[in-house]
């Protein structure tokens, strides 16, 4: 059964990456920092899948990076209107060898078991009504050894997060985030637990600071 989407407000591709490129990227670097940390790339090789891709903007980032030369990498998305732009994309940046990007549900993919090295997911987690079997998935499809990040919003951070937030947006001619679609911690450990990765995936936010605006989903698959 396919997860529905919780998608609000439903932009086109071109709107997407104007937005996220001035909007997201002081929580992509911090996303990406937290990638490399755990991965240590250099040198490494495997296969990586970004589920929620978009148009792409971390991906082409990774792929166009020195460290991460051994990496491969899939991107998922539910849109084909994203997939197209993504791959348009891709291929201006003369990525196509490194980069595939492929239409699919993040709630059932079509991709066998234990086959990436890397699960990626940033700020897709809440456009789901119920992120239950998205993160089983991501578990499925996991390799032993390998490495699930998951980056997303939550709705239960601190007040003077949140308005600095709607202040940041305000300075960009936004309205304030949609709170209301987005999972609380405490949703969240609900999930994890309902995925069967109770004990296996750790839930963290931080106090304040740009990272108490979301949360982190992290996981390993035990070899």
């Not at 601190?158 to 600095?164: G, K, M, S, V």
């Amino acid at each position: 059964m396919k997860t529905k989407n919780n998608i609000k407000v439903r932009q086109t591709p071109e709107d997407y990456e104007s937005l996220i490129s001035k909007l997201g990227r002081p929580w992509d670097d911090i996303y990406l920092e937290r990638l490399k940390f755990e991965l240590k790339p250099e040198g490494k090789q495997g296969k990586m899948l970004d589920v929620g891709i978009g148009t792409g903007l971390i991906v082409r980032e990774l792929a166009a990076t020195p460290e991460y030369d051994g990496y491969k990498f899939t991107g998922l998305d539910y849109y084909q209107d994203m997939v197209d732009t993504c791959k348009e994309k891709v291929h201006n940046d003369n990525l196509d060898d490194k980069v595939e990007v492929v239409k699919g549900d993040a709630a059932s993919m079509n991709f066998p078991d234990n086959h990436f090295d890397v699960v990626m997911s940033r700020a897709t987690l809440h456009h789901l009504a119920d992120p239950t079997d998205s993160l089983r998935e991501k578990y499925r499809v996991l390799k032993p050894g390998g490495v699930c990040l998951i980056h997303d919003m939550r709705r239960d951070a601190p007040a003077e997060t949140l308005q600095d937030f709607t202040d940041f947006r305000a300075k960009l001619n936004m309205p304030p985030t949609i709170i209301e679609e987005k999972f609380t911690m405490e949703e969240m450990e609900h999930f994890i637990d309902k995925a069967g990765l109770k004990g296996i995936a750790k839930l963290v936010t931080e106090e304040s600071g740009l990272g108490s605006l979301g949360f982190e989903v992290f996981f390993t698959k035990e070899t």
